[in-house]
């Protein structure tokens, strides 16, 4: 099946600083992206499409410009989580899918930020 | 979007058949039925996904009411590596989007 990767797979920084996130479908173009963020034990929350060459569409409440996408490349989405605070740590997922009519979604292994 | 409504947790014993029930009253009619799973810290999987009729695949069968007002997942003979969080979602048309509920947590005892 269709490989999705996330580096880091775990990252600790400061508050106030800023980390990037990057989502790779290895072996297919991925038309759409999603990022997902997850908290301690409830379920993943969408916070953002992104489609390679336009601007993400962030779901309600999620600020953009706090959290940064980059839809470069059919294969390469970044995810920037800039002046991180501690109410930022979180496990952060990608996912990739291809244009089909159900669309499946393949997604990346996680993200765990944790800020101090 | 459509809402599913999914039991908080289900326990079965190694080896033995498992279904796994999903209520979406208010599913229309170009919405599909996915179910993906998720292991402890890790990003989910695609489990298996139908319209209107039941779909078999390596992992696990969908049976789907005739209403399609709910839907069973089932997995044939349970493994200590099914435990998991299990989704049921549904997902419209041209709206790619998934919207994860709180999922069923499932218990595999040896």
């Known amino acids: 099946g269709a490989v999705v990767s996330q580096h880091p797979s775990r990252v600790i920084c400061k508050s106030g600083t800023s980390v990037k996130i990057e989502c790779r479908s290895l072996?297919?173009?991925?038309?759409?992206m999603f990022w997902y963020r997850q908290f301690p034990k409830q379920s993943l929350m969408l916070m953002a499409t992104?489609?390679?060459?336009?601007?993400?569409?962030?779901e309600q409440g999620v600020e953009k410009d706090k959290f940064l996408i980059n839809h470069a490349s059919l294969t390469l989405s970044t995810l920037t989580v800039t002046s991180a605070h501690p109410e930022d740590s979180s496990f952060y997922i990608c996912?990739?899918?291809?244009?089909?009519?159900?669309?499946?979604?393949?997604f990346g292994p996680g993200t765990r930020l944790t800020v101090l | 979007d459509a809402k599913t409504t999914q039991p908080n947790s289900m326990e079965s014993n190694e080896e033995e058949p498992v279904h796994l029930p999903c209520n979406h009253s208010?599913?229309?009619?170009?919405?599909?039925i996915h179910w993906y799973r998720q292991l402890p810290s890790q990003g989910p999987e695609y489990v298996i996904h139908?319209?209107?009729s039941n779909v078999n695949n390596r992992m696990a069968s969908l049976a789907i009411a005739e209403d399609r007002k709910s839907s069973t997942l089932i997995l044939h003979r349970a493994t200590l590596r099914d435990a998991a969080v299990y989704y049921c979602?549904?997902?419209?048309?041209?709206?790619?989007?998934?919207?994860f509920g709180k999922g069923t947590l499932l218990t595999v005892n040896p």
């Open positions: 996912s990739a899918s291809l244009l089909a009519l159900y669309n499946e979604q393949f």
């Open positions: 072996d297919f173009q991925a038309t759409t």
């Open positions: 992104s489609n390679e060459g336009s601007k993400a569409t962030y």
């Open positions: 208010t599913i229309s009619g170009t919405d599909y």
């Open positions: 139908g319209l209107t």
């Open positions: 979602i549904l997902q419209g048309g041209s709206n790619y989007k998934l919207t």
